[in-house]
Structures are given as C-alpha cells and as structure tokens.
C-alpha cells in the first residue's frame, strides 16, 4: 500500500516535500551570533534579549508577538563553563540600586527553546504550533581581528605592528616594546627569559593602547583578553624586525608560537563556532569613540574594517575561500542609544552604516542582508522637553553613572557623516554614560528598537 501511495507522487512533487522537511528540520535551530568590540553592549544585548524572550510582552515590532501568535520560551540547559549566566546578569538589573553587568571577556552560549502559533496559513492545519530552538553566542569583537592572521605571515605581521607603532598616538607608548625588540639578538638561542620579556613587553604596550588611549585595533586580538588561554604557550609571541632565519634561534620559536596562535586557537573559532553561525548582530559604541577623540575614532574606523573581513563571503573572500561560512543576515547596532536624543537616533544609524560601508564600498556581501539600527537594550533615560528661551529642546533624564543624581540633559547632536576637523575641537562630542534602570518581574524592560533587531535576526523563523 506504501509503495503504492509513494508511487502516485510525482518527482516535482515528491522534491517539494523532501525540501519542505529539511528547511522545517533546518528552520527548528537557529544560531544566533552576538559580538562588538569590549564595552559595546553584548552581555546587556543578551541578557534583556533573553528577559523579553522569556516575558513575550513589550516587543511590538516583532511579528509573532503583534499578531498574538508568541506563546512562549523557556532556557534548557547548557554545560556550566560555557553557558551564558543569565541568572546572574539579570540579578545585577534587578538589585535596588541596579548595577549593569559586570565586563565579559570569553565566548558565552545560551539555549532556548521558543514557542509559536504557525501563521495562518496551510501549515497551521498541519502542525498548530512552531518550536524554535535558539542558541545565543556571545563572543568578543577582538576574536574577529585575528582572522587576517590566517593569511599573513610572520614576517607580515610584525612590519604592520611596526608601521602603527611608528605613528602618533601609539608611538610615546611603544618605545619600552620597541627598544626591546631591536635589541634582542634573534639569531642566538631560543632564551625562555629574552622571550618572556619580550612578550610581555609587547603585551603592556598593546594594554597602554588599551587602557590609556582607549584603542581598539589590538592585534593579536587575544593577547590581552585571552580567558580560559591566559597561560596557552601559542601566546608567546610578538612582532619582531626583519632579521634571518636561524634554526633553534629565538626567532624560529617565535615563529612557531605565531603558526601555534593561528593554527590551534584562531582557526579552530572559525571552523567550529564562526562557520556555524546563521545571523550576526554587530554592536558599536559610537558614542565612546566620539567623546574620545579623532584618533580613537580612527582607531575603531580601522578596527571596525578589520572585523569586516570575516563578512565578506565574495568568492574571494577571505573566510570563502577557508571556511563555509553561512550567516545570512547581519545587523549592525549602534548600541547605547538612549545616551542621546531620539532626535539623533536617525543620524547615529547613519553615521554607523557610513562607518562600516564606506570602508568597504568595494567589498561585497553576497548572499548575506545587512540591516543597521540605533540601539538600546536597556533604556536608562527618559526624554523630556524642555523650553530655553522658546526654543523646545529634547532633552534626557537619568542618573549619570558618575552621578548620585538624576539629571536633565541636553546630550548634543550626532554628525550623521564622519567627523569634519572642526567638529573634533568645538567640544561638542561629550556623551554622557547612565545607570540602568531596575528590572522589574512582571513589567517589560524599556527599550529602543530591541524589538526591530529581533524581527530582523529571527522573526522570519517564528
Ligand atoms: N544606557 C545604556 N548603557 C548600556 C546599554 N548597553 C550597554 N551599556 C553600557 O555599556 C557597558 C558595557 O556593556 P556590556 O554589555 O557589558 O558590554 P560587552 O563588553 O560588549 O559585553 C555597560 O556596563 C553599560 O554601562 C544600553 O542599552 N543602555
Ligand atoms: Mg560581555
């Protein structure tokens, strides 16, 4: 009888159902990637993405929710050292006074299970309900910068650090590092100890650019936030001057543990998690990197190029042509959008997109639909207007972070275009950071335009 019923079905017909059963098997997981770069709002991204996840209410944009076909989600379980502590973030927003989460600098993962009506359409009669399980990957933004790695060699690595050590602002803090790498003799044996401090010399370099300049292009991206590596031999590098090849000499093992960093933990985050990844949300700070000046916007600008490369799935591209890689939508966030106007959210949407396409107007993105958004997780600040001198004015109010007192604001407007000369000395780029608003059980977490970013990376599967 089987046979029979099977034998009816025309091939035509017969690929229309198998195609169906793999895009619902296909369409049951979802693999949703967060990053940015550090402080740019990932774990707060995660952790109120999840809260709304798990309340179903104050998401209007989301189409599954506005046509009151969301029902649900519930976390399932995940190994411990991996998983995304949600529990603790939450608690932190939920404490009176809230604090925001504390800083992440490891790969995070979160499984949840979400619960649907189907559309009204054929498929309802067929199964009343849709399951979709979403697994959430937080990793940091630096992970992406190492990707060139893959292709570069020693010997280009270390002329591009030497080329951005020679340059204002880094160079005043480079000289430590750089009298170190032309004084140590290369060709002479592979001394733990020269290496050693050459390595961290190069290292507290990278960590001055970081933490006194405020920059982001840090290459390699995993030496200052290495995690669970902190103590992973491949770690023990840095750039060196052009010097000949000596068997056994101490450029040889330096050499080595470049090919160790990019063999054993560059490559293996794109083969196993990067390539599996199906949509991809960016986050940036814009608003940092303004307060902090033209050379730490040129910074992020560069930096923010370099992550590019991982997207960039040309035939040509660079990942292409190592991996398969498979995300077909990315969003680029500029996140932390309630520290402005809703006047401004316009032009810091388009002040990011100028940002990362402009860099790469060349570059091409097949296959993969790119979105852009002003972004808030968590909205800190209420807008009130006020009237100076009979001119109405949108201003903020919230606690600034360094502040004991809530505060009306006037935040100041956002070039919808890169930053003329003239804009970086009239002083008016002085954003100000905000406390969190408490979580309360049972009333959704203000926002601005979550809802927009999940209809985006997901409400085609729900
Ligand atoms: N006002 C406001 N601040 C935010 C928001 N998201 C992140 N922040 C701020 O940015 C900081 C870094 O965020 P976090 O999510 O820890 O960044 P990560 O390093 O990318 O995970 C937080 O401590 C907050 O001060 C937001 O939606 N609104
Ligand atoms: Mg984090």
Redesign the pocket.
Known sequence: MRYENRDRLSPGRLFELASELTRRARDRELKLAVT?????????????LVRHLLDGSGLPFLSAAREGRYLGAKILPLREEEAFPFDRFEEALSTDPPR??????RLSRLRIAIRVRSPASLSRRLKPYRELTLEIV?Y?GEWLLDLPLLIQSFEEFSYEAFALASAKPRAELASAWLARAHEVDQTGPADPLAIASLVRAYRDYLGACRDRLGLFYLVPGRFLAPGELAEHPALCFAPLPPAPLVPGSLRAAMIEAFTRYREEIVRPFFARHFSGFDRQIV?V?LLTALNAGPAHFADLRRALERVMYSFRYGRNGLLARLFAPKIDRLLFAA?????VAPSQHAALKQLLERLVVSAHRAARFEGVEMAFLA???????EVVRTDHGGQILSCLK?RP?DSEREVVLYTGEIPPDLPEPEDWTSGRFRFR??A?CRLVPGRPAP??NLDQALEFLLGDKL
């Open positions: 940015g770069l550090r402080r740019s709002g990932k774990t707060v991204f995660t952790t109120l925001w989460p504390e800083p992440t600098e937080d940091p986050l700070d996140s932390k959008a309630d520290h972004l808030s997780a968590l909205r800190a600040t919230g972070l950071a905000f969190p926002h601005i």
